[in-house]
């Protein structure tokens, strides 16, 4: 079964804290991604990685970064931690486009973010 | 504009009973798929259904079904005898080509929270 871990499920951050939220699938998945998830608003892409090293903006970058030093992890960073970050976040991972388009994306536990 | 369009924000069926979560979709692809998530209580999201746009028939996966009417643009999702683990969220999800064109991304609806009632 494939697995994607993150390394919190809760966390409590102060405003202009830098933060980090990690993500490890153990599939050799090409693609990952960051998803941000607000009630009444679903899940909005933040960025996306197809490779080692390689990324793309999704629709909401603005705030974010992210780094993809090794296949298996991608780490989502908030330079600035602001409070209209909090939000559930979310990590995904899919075989690459060699796989079909038609796989599904596989996701993680979450990462409840507080920035107070 | 929205390209994932859930108009149902919340929906109640009795247990045993059929239910229809409706989703239409905005696209000039000719080439794209449509996916259905289930998010439990519990916050982890559960992969359903999958139906490509030259698949001709409707995709089923035991209990579930995906009524895709194309030109229409819509891709409901059914769920035959409801029982009680089905109480969650459900989302609709389209894949695209991501702005780059270098590979494929999700675009979700805002999502339907089912509850089955006993």
């Known amino acids: 079964d494939v697995k994607v871990t993150q390394s919190s499920r809760y966390l409590v951050k102060r405003t202009g804290e830098k933060v980090f939220l990690e993500c490890v699938q153990d599939?050799?998945?090409?693609?990952m991604f960051w998803y941000r998830q607000d009630p009444g608003l679903g899940l909005r892409l933040i960025y996306f990685s197809y490779d080692v090293k390689m990324k793309e903006k999704g629709d909401i970058p603005e705030g974010y970064s992210v780094s993809r030093e090794k296949k298996e992890r991608f780490s989502l960073i908030l330079e600035s931690a602001s409070t209209n970050q909090t939000s559930m976040y979310l990590c995904?991972?899919?075989?690459?486009?060699?796989?079909?388009?038609?796989?599904?994306?596989?996701f993680g536990p979450g990462t409840r973010l507080t920035v107070t | 504009a929205q390209k994932i369009t859930q108009t149902q924000p919340g929906m109640f069926v009795q247990e045993k009973e059929a239910v229809t979560l409706d989703c239409t979709y905005d696209?000039?692809?000719?080439?794209?798929?449509l996916f259905w998530y289930k998010q439990p209580s519990s916050g982890e999201m559960i992969f359903l259904i999958y139906?490509?746009?030259?698949?001709?028939q409707n995709a089923t996966e035991g209990r579930y079904s995906l009524n895709f009417q194309k030109a229409r643009k819509s891709a409901n999702l059914v769920i035959s005898a409801s029982q009680l683990g089905d109480s969650a969220m459900y989302f609709c999800?389209?894949?695209?080509?991501?702005?780059?064109?270098?590979?494929?991304?999700?675009?979700f609806g805002k999502g339907t929270l089912l509850t089955v009632n006993p």
């Open positions: 599939m050799d998945h090409e693609n």
């Open positions: 999800a389209m894949r695209e080509k991501s702005s780059g064109g270098s590979n494929y991304k999700l675009t």
């Open positions: 696209t000039s692809d000719q080439s794209y798929g």
């Open positions: 139906q490509g746009s030259y698949d001709e």
């Open positions: 995904a991972s899919r075989i690459g486009l060699a796989g079909g388009s038609s796989y599904e994306q596989y």
